[in-house]
């Protein structure tokens, strides 16, 4: 069974930064491409982010260009999402998945405010 868990979520000020991070089990993760999505409150979900199954390719969203990046650890089957320059529109709840997969698992509430 395919799980995702996202954490490292909270509470920042504009300006500050944070990482989430990503466990997943129940697939070889090491050879698929990983997505983070987010869904801020009141909108539609969004991509945000995606990583190859290698790592050595990544693209993002234009609104977070610059400011989050998207590592991987494939021998410890983890993903991350390093944020930095956080505004309140980045005000969400991040999601992890599978690249093309609907599942997303369990997200973690990021909270930008002063």
């Known amino acids: 069974e395919v799980q995702l868990q996202a954490s490292g979520g909270g509470l920042v000020q504009p300006g500050g930064s944070l990482t989430l991070s990503c466990t997943a089990s129940?697939?070889?993760?090491?050879?698929?491409?990983m997505t983070w999505l987010r869904q801020a409150p009141g909108k539609a979900l969004e991509w945000v982010s995606t990583?190859?199954?290698?790592?050595?390719?990544?693209t993002y969203v234009d609104a977070v260009k610059g400011r989050f990046t998207i590592p991987r650890d494939n021998a410890k089957n983890t993903l991350s999402l390093q944020m930095n320059s956080l505004q309140p529109e980045d005000t969400a709840v991040y999601y992890c998945a599978r690249t093309g997969d609907t599942r997303r698992g369990q997200g973690t509430l990021v909270t930008v405010s002063s």
């Open positions: 990583i190859s199954a290698s790592g050595r390719s990544t």
């Open positions: 129940g697939f070889p993760f090491s050879t698929h491409s």
